[in-house]
């Protein structure tokens, strides 16, 4: 499956025609489907054997659960149903507990939900049913407007391949397991699961389950923030009433003051008559979606014809972005939020839209780090399909990879060259991943290789697994199949907790070439998506890259004198101009090239100086790095 779905990825992302990436589309949909079928079917037997164990990690639960549903936006749209949830204000913001098995739950009703639902809504709630001293018993519901499910039949869907109407299965295909696991896994959890439904009339499936209380946590509302919100007054405009109180209840969290429209018509009518006491709205949180007047023409009515001249959010609901966004430009919105909306989102588009750049700062803690740099990594692995995938991910984000087919090749090639960072499978034949791991780490205690973190890379997924790797000495762990946000996330952790490598230090054998290439500056271009451009044609390629080089010097020249000159028009050409290029190699000074255009642009000469020297500088070594691809295509042994 790992092989698979990973090369199907890789494989939409090259050039195709329509109709192949139709197919490919349909082989990944249907691969993932097959995996969703083959986890059920392990989970199930793994829970049967007792030999599941859950894990106890403090979450957010209102990012976990916002998240979770925001996962099933597409699927619930697509039939035009409203999808929320609402976490009530008295749930801790974190407690401890398994939050993939509680999301692997949650998204199990949600699906079932959306599934049997063909109008209305589909909302997940949770409130508090008992706290105690250290632990604490959190109600969930998932109500849906759907069929509904028959008394007689009510038992019997939490066994296991029990489906209400058996005769159904064609149409809603699954398994009938879902519930069984979900209910099983609540029970783990110390709860339990059962149902409220009423055919025709929609269905409340309920749960219960035990969580830790965090030492830290702290109640929902981040309360350094009320006192920059305290008493705004909000418009919220939506037909649905479900989503109309959840956004009014997060306002209220934060010290806001909201009142709500249930469509245009209302909301114009509050706007006009305000009583004059009071303060005028400062801020609309508009539905885009909503009957009769959608949220767009309210806004131009707004501007039209009312004093309100604050800003305003746009709930978006369709997948289809560019054409809703493509509207709020039209009208003049600059922010938007998709929906289901989680409290985070509401939180960071207010911040934005009312410029709230102290509070801003705070948020900004919580950015991802950056990409770690090119790393020379070796991957140990025997299968020729997980190579090739580990080979496209990582040459794409420009890594420098060596492979070795099994634990014996990959210790032969660490005397060879000095490694960053070492991708061990555990699963290889001669010398496994975890007896390599184990001499590796003998012969860089007697000094004979460098130090380097070592990432398991497996199949397994029991627990346990994650120990036995990190006992064998190793530093981390990804299972398979890959998924690349977290083996990015994997390297960018190794690298970092990892003393660097010292570059002169010996290895058995003299440093040769590779200690060389090892303090070469990195590479200003992406080769391997370069070469997906011009279609791996290396004549192509030559061409391309000579005309680059015959053409930038002048443009770089022209740019230096058009700033001098203070030529705004020719300048942003030149940029312009360099930016286009520059994206054909896929090259990191794109971006400084985009900001010289826009500086340019709008006559911000200070920021062009600033940005300049160094721009042309690093060109100059772009250029020098191209000419020296050009002789190695010209001499590959060279
Ligand atoms: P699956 O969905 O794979 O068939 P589940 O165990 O998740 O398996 O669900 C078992 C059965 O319970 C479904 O086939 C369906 O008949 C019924 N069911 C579950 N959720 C709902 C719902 N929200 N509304 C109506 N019927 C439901």
Aim: hydrophobic residues 40%.
């Amino acid at each position: 499956m790992n092989a698979i779905i990973g090369m199907s990825e890789l494989l939409l992302d090259t050039p195709l025609s329509a109709q192949q990436a139709d197919y490919l589309q349909t082989v990944l949909s249907s691969s993932m489907s097959l995996m969703g079928i083959i986890n059920d079917v392990l989970d199930f037997s793994k829970i049967e054997a007792g030999r599941l164990e859950l894990e106890a990690y403090p979450i957010d639960l209102r990012e976990w659960l916002g998240d979770s549903v925001k996962t099933l936006a597409i699927r619930a749209h697509s039939k035009s149903l409203e999808l929320a949830c609402h976490v009530d204000p008295a749930v801790p913001k974190s407690v401890r507990g398994d939050g993939m098995r509680l999301r692997q739950v949650a998204i199990n009703l949600l699906g079932n939900a959306i599934k049997f639902t063909d109008e209305g809504e589909v909302l997940l709630d949770v409130t508090v049913e008992e706290s105690y001293e250290d632990r604490l018993l959190l109600h969930f519901r998932v109500r849906d407007t759907g069929v509904g499910i028959p008394k007689e039949h009510q038992a019997r869907i939490f066994d296991a391949f029990e489906q209400a109407d058996m005769s159904t299965t064609r149409k809603f295909g699954g398994t009938g397991l879902g519930l069984a696991i979900s209910s099983r896994l609540v029970k783990m959890m110390g709860g339990r699961m059962w149902v409220e439904s009423e055919p025709g009339h929609g269905s409340t499936f309920h749960f219960l389950a035990e969580f830790g209380v965090c030492e830290t946590s702290e109640k929902a509302p981040a309360r350094r923030m009320t006192a920059v919100l305290d008493g705004l007054r909000v418009l919220i405009v939506d037909d649905n009433e479900t989503n109309r109180d959840i956004l009014a209840e997060m306002c209220k969290n934060w010290g806001l003051n909201p009142v709500s429209a249930a469509d245009a018509a209302e909301a114009l009518q509050k706007i006009r008559n305000l009583d004059p006491c009071k303060d005028p709205f400062e801020l609309a949180i508009i539905d885009a979606g909503m009957p009769d007047i959608d949220g767009f023409s309210l806004v131009e009515s707004i501007h039209g014809e009312t004093d309100f001249a604050g800003p305003v959010i746009m709930m978006l609901s369709s997948p289809d972005r560019q054409e809703e966004l493509a509207r709020c430009q039209e009208v003049g919105v600059r922010t938007y939020l998709i929906k289901p909306i989680k409290q985070s989102d509401l939180m960071d588009a207010i911040v934005t839209v009312l410029d709230l750049s102290i509070v801003r700062e705070v948020a900004q803690v919580a950015q991802p780090p950056e990409q770690t740099r090119s790393l020379n990594i070796l991957l140990a692995e025997d299968s020729l399909a997980n190579q090739k995938l580990a080979i496209g991910l990582l040459s794409r984000w420009g890594h420098q990879v060596t492979v070795a087919n099994n634990g014996r090749e990959a210790i032969n090639r660490l005397s060879e060259k000095n490694f960053d960072v070492i991708l061990m499978d555990i699963q290889m034949p001669e010398l496994d991943g975890i007896s390599a791991t184990a001499e590796i780490r003998e012969l860089q205690a007697d000094g004979k290789v460098p130090l380097c973190p070592i990432i398991a890379m497996t199949a397994h997924a029991m627990k346990g697994d994650r120990e036995r790797c990190i006992e064998a000495g190793m530093d981390d762990y990804v299972s398979k199949p890959i998924r690349p946000p977290e083996l990015s996330k994997a390297l960018t952790r190794a690298v970092e907790h990892y003393p660097q490598r010292d570059e002169n230090e010996p290895t058995s054998e003299p440093p040769a070439a590779p200690a060389s290439a090892a303090t070469a500056p990195q590479e200003l271009f992406n080769w391997t998506n370069f070469l997906e451009t011009v279609l791996n044609d290396p004549r192509l390629a030559k061409d391309v890259v000579n005309g680059y080089l015959a053409e930038t010097p002048q443009l770089m020249t022209q740019l230096e004198q058009s700033t001098r000159q203070r030529n705004s028009e020719l300048a942003t050409r030149m940029a312009h101009t360099l930016k286009g290029s520059l994206r054909t190699f896929d090259s990191p000074l794109e971006s400084s090239a985009k900001t010289l255009e826009a500086a340019a642009k709008d006559g911000d000469w200070e920021t062009v100086a600033s940005v300049l020297p160094e721009f042309s500088n690093q060109m100059e070594q772009l250029e020098s790095q191209l000419r020296d691809k050009l002789q190695q295509l010209a001499n590959p042994r060279g």
